[in-house]
């Protein structure tokens, strides 16, 4: 069945309501074209604070919204929820489940997931933390690795249980390794009664030479013995050999035994380059011209992750910029009006959050760490998030938590295993 | 393995984290004994508001809480995550997975589930709503039938995907049928292109003569016409004759075509009855003593839905009670004390919401309904929530929809089908 608008508007279609896909939208909000979002998930999710859904602290909820409801009240707009299958440029036309979708430009924006470098036989044993889906799944098994520790047999079960890896040293593993050793080390402490979860072990495994290698030295250090204050093993200069659900291999030293492990090391573009058959990295992302269009075919353009520019990050505001771009330049050409100049990105900065305690901060020269550093992220998560009600339950949430050390969202969902 | 305490006191088992566990828990948190309480969740869920949940109007930690976070002070507790499959009264033990617990008090308090009259083939069709992951499943296949029915091929389909069948007029089936059609009413009115959500059918079918058949006449026919007002339609004097993804068929009428079908008619205990070899009702409920105790196993006892105790209804301050009771009395024993007067059930009211604009209260004589007795529901289920920061959440997120017309909590589950 082939929907599509009777008009003679320019049919738009987004694949991805992530920030660049709701970026192109809302770019598009006033001009004459008719666009049709496509996701296989109904909400947008603020991926920079799912780690704090894996970590019990937020609800899936408190960071994720319908797309349908961030964009009701542009009309020359409609969501369909289906799974793109396939793209044919000949024809122009988008397959989303059942559907054909015709179309006069077309956006990818369909982001990465995690990878293995060649191992997805390790993903049962180490997830990745892209979507609520897995945040949900790591949650459930962190949690679950106090419960069996509480209930297990032998000391080496047990130390198994409380020994917790994070692979990849990038902002998402070291807020992950910093808000594990938070939950450990503090919310647990008067929880269980034959183990002690303060003496539980997490080690953060970075195969570079420094944690956080987008930041300056001074920043990435810093960050390093802050983790290491709060009790969390910092192995550098060490790659992970193998994933096992009873521990990881690593080319320097001793294989760690570990019945928790979460992957926050590498991604791998979803299969748009293949739909459309065009030159992509090794990580699957596509090639682009300077205006984000894909090389020869004008009407198509990539953003996001799913975009390989050089010297621009996989990082949310990079995301938007770019669908912000890509919105303009189609909303210039329905007009017949100039082309906007080449894409330019502007990079606003860095921040990683690390506990409850401390963060690095980097904007532009301005440097921010410890507390202040913290403070500054927090307010800069809330200020991004979607909706006054998520604002302002996150907020309390956090002020919750701060002051009592408890977290609220410790639910062990059935469905794990 | 056998993990039992090493002093001489006297140990007590509980069987169940829910109200009736919670409350023999709390009233026995002073007394000279050493309690284990088994859950195969790790969680309390307060279940009057499920409902809530499977409407997207919270999310579910705000109506769930570690047990061990609520018990974590009570020192002669501990809490064990584990199923329970067995228990040995002539040893005195209870099988929970691979743990082996001995007791001298057993308190078996594991709750009823959904039962579907000797038709458990209609489970797969119509979810009931007795965990957090029922309510999560109804969430996702409720928010599901707008999304097909905005790509639907044909009428029949979209009409099939927008018809919600609720079976059961007691409290839940009244509160999901209000709420059900304040979403398609209201909430989703704008956003969608091709349907329009307000024009959904959602019927509401009860077995016997009139809906909340625990309330008097005036108000049971109160609401009726309020849930009428909001456009569900009540079918009384109707039972379901089948149930299966298309629909659900009826012994008076023809066939209703519906995607979405919620089960909230009947109830079958949990299988403690037969690890015990008790005598039961029909619903597998245990039939015990005037202390609650189990014929023939006077340190045996049975509390909240899963006990029969005649003319005490199957609502959280029944268990409550039941759970005190219990709690107190094992606490005289235990001090050597006289056992204290035979179980007396005082039933505080009933109440429902109908939506956001009604609801039935009844407390003794007093009764209300209207705005007013929404409101009373409001404060009093917030007021039993536990956790400052639930009642403070819930509360912001219900004026907040109250207002807006929103809910928080649209989130479609990818591992849905």
Tied chains: 1, 2.
Excluded at 73 to 90: F, G, P, S
Excluded at 211 to 240: C, F, Q, W
Excluded at 287 to 308: E, I, K, Q, R, Y
Aim: aromatic fraction near 8%; hydrophobic fraction near 45%; charge should be neutral.
């Amino acid at each position: 069945m082939a929907v599509g608008s009777e008009t003679s508007r320019p049919r738009v279609i987004i694949v991805g309501g992530g920030f660049a896909g709701l970026a192109t939208a809302n770019a598009l909000a006033r001009a004459p074209v008719d666009i049709v979002l496509v996701d296989r998930q109904n909400h947008h999710c603020f991926q920079p604070l799912l780690y704090q859904v894996a970590t019990a602290a937020l609800s899936p909820a408190d960071i994720a919204w319908p797309i349908r409801a961030i964009l009701s009240r542009q009309e020359n707009l409609r969501v369909v929820m289906a799974r793109v299958t396939a793209v044919d440029t000949e024809a122009q036309t988008v397959q989303a489940d059942a559907l054909t979708l015709p179309y006069d430009y077309l956006v990818l924006a369909s982001g990465v997931t995690h990878a293995y470098f060649g191992h997805d036989e390790w993903e049962g044993a180490a997830p990745g933390l892209k979507q609520l889906e897995d945040a949900r799944e790591i949650r459930a098994r962190f949690l679950l690795a106090f419960e069996r520790a509480e209930v297990a047999e032998d000391e080496a079960a047990q130390r198994r249980h409380l020994t917790f890896v994070v692979v990849g040293g990038g902002p998402t593993g070291v807020e992950m390794a910093g808000a594990m050793a938070e939950v450990a080390h503090e919310t647990l402490r008067a929880d269980f009664r034959r183990i002690d979860p303060r003496r539980s072990r997490i080690v953060l495994i970075e195969a570079g030479p420094r944690i956080l290698p987008a930041l300056p030295d001074n920043l990435s250090n810093y960050a390093k013995s802050a983790l290491e204050r709060m009790g969390v093993e910092v192995m550098t200069h060490t790659r992970v050999t193998d994933c096992t659900r009873n521990g990881v291999a690593v080319d320097a030293g001793a294989p760690i035994e570990a019945s928790t492990i979460v992957w926050a090391a590498g991604v791998v573009a979803s299969p748009a380059a293949q739909w459309i058959g065009a030159a992509h990295d090794r990580a699957g992302r596509i090639t682009v011209n300077a205006d984000l269009s894909v090389p020869g075919h004008p009407n198509v353009f990539a953003a996001g992750d799913l975009a390989s520019v050089p010297n621009v990050p996989g990082i949310a505001p990079a995301a938007k910029q770019m669908g912000r771009y890509i919105g303009r330049l189609i909303a210039s050409r329905a007009k017949g009006q100039d082309a906007p100049k080449p894409f330019h990105y502007y990079h606003a900065g860095d921040l990683a959050a690390i506990g409850r305690r401390a963060a690095v901060v980097k904007i532009g020269r301005f440097e921010l760490t410890g507390f202040l550093g913290w403070m500054f992220w927090g307010v800069a998560h809330i200020y991004f998030l979607i909706g006054l009600r998520n604002r302002f339950v996150v907020a309390i949430t956090w002020l919750w938590s701060w002051l009592t050390f408890r977290r609220g969202a410790r639910l062990i969902s059935a469905d794990e295993e």
